[in-house]
């Protein structure tokens, strides 16, 4: 019993002397990668040269298109319709006679009561057809003027007071796209709407052939300043606290540099200060570097916008 004891407590004695020893080369391991210098990591970029260009800006508003002018046609006398001489879509000029209207008063014979137009346009809407009856306060039919029509948009509050009466801007349609169209401002609403905060600005556009129809959407723009400007692209930018840097790539290191910004342009931004404009600015990349960062540039391309 005893000689097995013994030999139990060698075998015990063995394996913690095993386990310390390997622990201490553990340990010496640990020492020894610790000591050794981190690996140098480069982080591959793309450099730019800032470019110069002028920026416009512009004040854009949405809206629709209406008629110069609206007009209801009534008969002057209570009867029922004979007949329409005009369809929707037929032009009709002042004094001519677009329907004829039966008196139907019992015991008198009357002619045949003529309804003359006392406006020039097109008719818009027929609203009453032949046999129904119509008395003076019954329209017969809407007439609408759209040799020049007009484009009503809402131009948010903070902009109104640079939009002028006779200045010109460029109204777009979804119906023409890729087509502008030159309009010019003829009324400015007195009133701010209080929930959206725009006022209404009325625009005249000339509408010949009548392609323009009331009731399409309508986006209008002016141009509100045009500068020159110094832009770099908007992946140079990068935010770190509140703050707006780019990175200059300089012998192979990246150093941060504080700008100020201003308008966005497509995929562009313009820099108001902290650039002269000769400088190798890091694009893609820049946004997982920090100062002092070891760098390689991999495209360097010349200014572009």
């Not at 553990?26 to 730019?48: C, D, H, L, R």
């Not at 009503?152 to 460029?170: H, P, Y």
């Not at 820099?271 to 890091?282: A, C, P, Q, T």
């Amino acid at each position: 019993m005893k000689i097995g004891r013994i030999i139990i407590i060698l075998i015990l004695i063995a394996l913690a002397a095993f386990i310390g020893y390997r622990a201490s080369q553990n340990i010496q391991a640990k020492k020894k990668a610790m000591s050794q210098p981190a690996p140098e990591v480069i982080v591959p970029v793309e450099t730019v040269q800032p470019a110069r260009m002028d920026i416009t800006e512009t004040i854009h508003a949405t809206g629709s298109i209406q008629a110069e002018s609206e007009l209801a046609i009534y008969s002057k006398v209570s009867g029922k319709i004979a007949q329409n001489l005009v369809k929707m879509g037929s032009p009709v000029q002042p004094g001519q006679v677009v329907a004829v209207v039966n008196r139907d008063e019992v015991g008198y014979d009357f002619k045949p009561f003529e309804v003359k137009c006392d406006g020039k346009g097109v008719v818009s809407r027929i609203l009453l057809n032949p046999g129904a009856s119509v008395n003076p306060s019954t329209p017969l039919m809407n007439l609408v003027e759209i040799d020049t029509v007009k484009a009503v948009a809402a131009v948010d509050e903070k902009k109104i007071r640079l939009v002028q009466m006779g200045e010109s801007a460029r109204v777009t349609l979804e119906a023409y796209p890729g087509e502008s169209f030159t309009a010019r401002v003829t009324n400015i609403s007195p009133i701010a709407n209080p929930v959206s905060r725009t006022i209404e600005v009325e625009l005249s556009l000339p509408n010949p052939g009548h392609r323009i129809k009331p009731g399409m959407y309508a986006e209008v723009e002016w141009i509100e300043s045009r500068r020159p400007a110094l832009v770099v692209p908007l992946a140079a930018v990068v935010d770190r606290g509140g703050q707006k840097y780019v990175f200059f790539a300089e012998n192979g290191a990246a150093r941060m540099n504080p700008v100020s910004i201003g308008a966005v342009v497509g995929d562009v931004i313009e820099i108001l200060s902290g650039l002269k404009g000769d400088e190798r600015i890091v694009t893609t990349g820049a946004g997982q570097l920090n100062d002092k960062d070891k760098i390689k540039v991999v495209v360097s391309k010349p200014a572009q916008v």
